[in-house]
Structure formats: structure tokens, C-alpha cells
Nanobody, 118 residues
Framework: VQLQASGGGLVQPGGSLRLSCASS????????MGWSRQAPGNERERIAT???????NYLASVKGRFTISRDYAKNTWNLQMNSLKPEDTAVYYC?????????????WGQGTQVTVSS
């Protein structure tokens, strides 16, 4: 399975960006899809997930500003980020979990840089 994240860039505070993660596998094969981020000097943190049953979870600091969604027809999931703040600056990674009879598998995209600055 290969994941390709895209959509990062430079945006002013208060602006919006939409990240996308394209999967080489059908989204139906995943139990959980999500986004994480890592700022310089910080640990990677999971910010949004969507489970196969559609239940979403968000890190408190992004709740109400970020929205995760899935597009099964395109084998992609997205992260709509609104009201961006400088502290949202980080490399953003998409990831997906598979739970198969042979075990649990965790896949990661390559990361896309988001910079929020005036």
C-alpha cells in the first residue's frame, strides 16, 4: 500500500488549506484513516481520524477548525483546515491502519509541509 499526501503550502493566519491523501489500495481495506503532524522539535501527534464506520475524532486544538472526510470513489481522504494559526505549522502526514487476519498494518504517506505565516 502506498499513500501520497498533497496540498500543503504557505498560508496566512486565518486562511484555509485542503490536504489530500491518495491511496493505492481501496479505502474499504482500512479500519482507520487519519492525519498526523509534526512540528520542529515536537513529537508527531495525531490530529484527526475517521474509522470505517464513519466515526471521527479530532485533537482538541483543531476541533471545530479541521474536518476529515473520505472519497471512496477516488480512494482519497482529505483534511479541510480552516482558521489556520501559526501553531498549525508542521509537516502533515496521512496514515491508515489495516487489521487483517495476518496482523495489524500501519501505512504512512511521505508528508506535506504546511506553513502558517504572515
Amino acid at each position: 500500500v502506498q499513500l501520497q499526501a498533497s496540498g500543503g503550502g504557505l498560508v496566512q493566519p486565518g486562511g484555509s488549506l485542503r490536504l489530500s491523501c491518495a491511496s493505492s489500495a481501496s479505502l474499504h481495506s482500512f479500519n482507520v484513516m487519519g492525519w498526523s503532524r509534526q512540528a520542529p522539535g515536537n513529537e508527531r501527534e495525531r490530529i484527526a481520524t475517521v474509522a470505517s464506520d464513519g466515526i471521527t475524532n479530532y485533537l482538541a486544538s483543531v476541533k471545530g477548525r479541521f474536518t476529515i472526510s473520505r472519497d471512496y470513489a477516488k480512494n482519497t481522504w482529505n483534511l479541510q483546515m480552516n482558521s489556520l494559526k501559526p501553531e498549525d505549522t508542521a509537516v502533515y502526514y496521512c496514515n491508515a491502519d489495516q487489521l487483517l487476519a495476518s496482523g495489524r498494518y500501519d501505512y504512512w504517506g511521505q508528508g506535506t509541509q504546511v506553513t502558517v505565516s504572515s
